[in-house]
């Protein structure tokens, strides 16, 4: 019997996207695994079932039933863990962080489970990097969002009756997802600025045509991420930020640490520092916001500023954030195969770091 | 007492424009004219009262009773030219065709109406053309629509996970609106194709960097615009176009002809034969539509493919839709003065042919 791959169509709110596009179930195929799908598991995501020459589909209860690694795009309910063998691998965002009821659930039905927002940020799982796949759809989509909201042209327009100036857009944090927003925003032909606390972007920021906006605080951290500011560095940050904010017509943020609460950057009184008109858009709302206006999953007018807090962004875009997802998981699932079986690796760090449940132990403590 | 132009707060359902912003008003003012508002006139716009150094604000009934010339967005209800002064001039977006109750009340009130749609499209005119500078607004968010509701990014994106094609974007019209739809397409980094029926568009879409979509039919008209198809014409036409459109992620349609509804160039069936996830921004729903499917202002899902009908797209821009269109307007109030006082002269065709009604009759039939 081959080990079978399998993905159910995801239940979240609003979510479109699939763990297995057709493109890596023939790849799957081709390393001799079956790929079984619940009926209309990418649909949401463009990709009906009759695209899929390499899958087989049955029902929900089915694919539990025979699963041999279950791949998801986000959590399913606790509930459906039950229905899968045990043993059974489980691969995907498993959001592990305050959540300790999946993991213990996870671990009383004996499934080994590999959330992938743990893999450390190494060049060798970069090909994996769902953080980093899925981030480049979400500020890109919030530039987006925030182009089509604002009141006024991003780029320049020259006309019969006169010439419109180009937007000021500045990206908040640049990550993954802020670069993608600059870069967004360049193509759009807005004069775009980046800032981000840790000094080595600068030189990214700049690659892409941007100016970096230099608030002289400086907090460089560990795995890539910014370390907490201390409260003198963040008065420094603040005032400095908020003499800045003024000139902008359009702000995007994009600050986040995994398993943090959003920094706090953009302040009421900041917001009230603006011009009429002006654009947030926060793409940290998931966690809270960099904005302390911040609603999430909602649009908030506060003195003639509106701040928009969008959710799952790259859902919008599910097509190709189901490409690049898929790819991210096939990529991890080929680090737990051996001669055509399972066979996780638990001495690679890879496979260790991500590891939420084994054995019917929990792994990580969120 | 110096001549009074005035505007009020636009009243139709999601307007955001003012057709008097801070930057005319100043101007006007140095012409020695009087600029009145009624109170918040530009607040959706971005302009609050408190920017306007130039401008007087009353309520709306002061204003009326005061105006010389009162500048629109969009023709106000007919009751407000009552409130109007004999002899006073209305000056702006009045869609004149098919409304004759509006010219009747106009020139019932015998008041001075001049519909800027009806400018012709010479060189002189150029600074006042509302129809290409909101048009360009409408392109440009019409494709931002797009490109927020694809299922695919439109740039092309190289990840360590592999790469994402860039999307396939069709602008149907090569107008004002189309070819900005165009412009913003390629900024976005899509692959980008244009197709209008007016062999002497493709410099035009050719110059922007994108490929003109040569179908084998040839309609040039008068005005600019495109003449309507004979029925063998447009048989060649959607036979060929079906066969194209299975290539494209998005489609934006923006062929349309003032004062008459809008061709239907996208039938069910070419709708049918497109990709699943693919996308129709139809930009003629106001006018009802290029495509058979579009419903006006709706979202319409039909066999996996999703057609959009926004409607009054400039007003979703309204802080630079607005400078354009104020510019637009004082520029041909200009043509209204002589020595500091309002005198049309209707030899001026530009003045003869966008009247609507004068000396109490109607000047145009729609």
Do not use: W
Not at 199 to 222: C, H, M, N, Y
């Amino acid at each position: 019997m081959p080990i079978t791959v399998a993905a159910l169509r995801e239940t979240a709110a609003g979510e479109r996207r699939v763990a297995i596009t057709p493109e890596m179930a023939k790849k799957l195929r081709g390393k001799g695994l079956r790929v079984l799908l619940e009926r209309g598991a990418g649909a949401a995501a463009g990709f009906p079932d009759t695209v899929y020459a390499d899958a087989d589909f049955a029902s929900a209860g089915e694919v539990l039933a025979q699963a041999d690694l279950l791949a998801c795009v986000l959590p399913p309910e606790d509930a459906v863990f039950a229905q899968l063998r045990e043993g059974a691998l489980v691969v995907g965002q498993l959001r592990p962080y305050g959540a300790p009821s999946r993991i213990a659930a996870l671990a009383a039905h004996k499934l080994t489970a590999f959330a992938l927002e743990l893999l450390p940020r190494t060049t060798r799982a970069q090909a994996m990097d769902v953080l980093s796949s899925q981030a480049a759809v979400a500020g890109y989509r919030a530039m987006l969002i925030a182009a089509e909201a604002a009141p006024k042209f991003f780029p320049m327009l020259t006309t019969a009756a006169g010439t419109i100036r180009p937007s000021k857009v500045l990206v908040i944090g640049a990550g993954v997802a802020g670069l993608q927003a600059i870069a967004t925003a360049r193509r759009l032909g807005a004069q775009t600025e980046g800032y981000d606390v840790r000094p080595e972007t600068r030189e990214q920021v700049e690659s892409l045509g941007a100016k970096f906006l230099d608030l002289g605080v400086s907090a460089a951290g560990s795995g890539g991420y910014a370390r907490e500011l201390s409260a003198e560095e963040r008065a420094a940050q603040q005032q400095a930020l908020a003499e800045h904010l003024k000139a902008f017509d359009v702000v995007v943020s994009t600050a986040a640490v995994p398993g943090r609460a959003a920094p706090k950057i953009l302040t009421a009184a900041m917001i009230e520092g603006m011009k009429p008109g002006a654009l947030v858009v926060d793409l940290a709302a998931e966690s809270g916001g960099n904005c302390e206006l911040t609603r999430p999953g909602e649009r908030v007018e506060h003195g003639g500023v509106t701040i928009l807090g969008p959710l799952n962004l790259p859902a919008g875009a599910p097509l190709h954030a189901s490409e690049m997802y898929a790819r991210n998981v096939v990529n991890f699932a080929e680090l737990l195969l051996k001669d055509g079986a399972l066979a996780p690796d638990f001495d690679d760090e890879l496979v260790a770091k991500s590891c939420l449940a084994r054995g019917g132990e929990a792994m990580f403590k969120g």
